[in-house]
């Protein structure tokens, strides 16, 4: 199995009948590169930078920043790299951040990701900084987390554009053109816009665990309500199903870089959505080729249309047990 599983590795992510499918790896720190690149990721799906501010009093300078991602992007030796701004909030808490991040009854709610890089500019500002920089190494992507609105989009865009003319007067180089920036698909209500933000979107990325937590009002976190949370509820397929069909229609990339992403029993259903990318983590994707090597694209197509009309998600779960079953 070891050996089958080190072959895999070598060999593409492509479906019996032909559809190529975009293999990537979500990382947290810059010693886990070495592991993606191992395990035959084409890319990084997604890079937690939240991760450089956790477990320690201070703030990461822009230097710092900028070291740690140029790892990163040499480590994947010129695959592209998506790089997360700051997801900061929430679940995940920084102690330098605290004051500002504040009280909140309901955090999840609250000053998280996007929300608060847009509110203390000098965070984004700097963060922006240290990407560019690091962006001359290799491909970048610039992803953003919990958008809920094109506003938010189009002052990241004007935020990039400025801090890139301020290092080109510093003396820095910068890449041109500027790097892709894309959002992602997480809050509800960005999955149901998602044809406007499309039109100020370079790409998507489906966060599906925020996505599940939102649309079912259901803490990823809390134990007492685990049981509910189901990323198979047609809720959640439908907006996924809609982001999906939103960016096909307008061009450009969608992925999904949640842990369904990385959990091959529900690979059929979201290559059935027309997914073209799936990110996880690097330990889950020798398991995710290999079924995507045993499946037949335009069937799991069927099935995703199948699994779309029900509305119980134990018929749904034993709809794509029966598919994965043949596709063994
Ligand atoms: C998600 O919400 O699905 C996601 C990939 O982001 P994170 O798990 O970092 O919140
Ligand atoms: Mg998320």
């Known amino acids: 199995d070891v050996k089958q ?23 947290e720190l810059p010693r886990e590169v070495a592991m993606a690149a191992q395990a035959g990721a084409e890319g990084i799906g997604l890079v937690r930078t939240e991760f450089l501010f956790m477990n320690r009093e201070d703030l990461p300078s822009e230097d710092e920043q900028y070291r740690a991602l140029r790892e990163i992007i040499e480590g994947m030796e010129g695959r592209p790299v998506t790089i997360r701004t700051l997801d900061l909030g929430g679940d995940k808490l920084a102690v330098s951040l605290g004051d500002r991040l504040g009280e909140s009854a309901n955090p999840a709610l609250g000053l998280r990701a996007i929300r608060l890089s847009l509110r203390e500019r000098h965070l984004l500002d700097t963060q922006l900084a240290a990407i560019l920089r690091a962006a001359t190494h290799g491909t970048v992507r610039i992803l953003l987390p919990m958008i809920s609105s094109v506003g938010e989009v189009k002052q990241v865009r004007e935020a990039l554009v400025q801090v890139a003319r301020r290092l080109k007067r510093r003396g820095a ?13 997480e809050v509800p209500g960005a999955a149901l816009a998602a044809d406007a933000l499309a039109q100020v979107s370079d790409f998507f990325a489906i966060g599906s665990n925020d996505l599940t937590m939102y649309t079912l009002a259901i803490d990823r976190g809390e134990e007492q309500v685990a049981h509910l949370y189901n990323p198979l ?5 439908r907006l996924i199903q809609f982001a999906t069909e939103a960016a096909l229609r307008s061009g450009i990339q969608i992925s999904i870089c949640g842990e369904i992403a990385g959990d091959p ?21 020798p398991r995710v080729k290999q079924r995507i090597r045993n499946i037949d694209f335009v069937a799991a197509t069927r099935c995703a249309r199948l699994i779309m009309d029900q509305s119980d998600m134990g018929r749904i779960a034993m709809l794509l047990d029966d598919f994965n079953a043949l596709a063994m």
Do not use: C, E, F, W
């Open 233 to 237: 509820h047609p809720a959640v397929l």
């Open 5 to 27: 599983l080190a072959r895999l590795r070598k060999l593409p992510a492509v479906t019996r009948d032909g559809r190529r499918v975009g293999l990537l790896a979500n990382l």
């Open 265 to 285: 029993r529900y690979t059929p259903l979201l290559l059935g959505l027309g997914i073209q990318d799936l990110s996880m983590a690097s330990t889950s994707l």
């Open 173 to 185: 180089k910068v890449p041109d053109p500027l790097p892709s920036v894309g959002v992602m698909i």
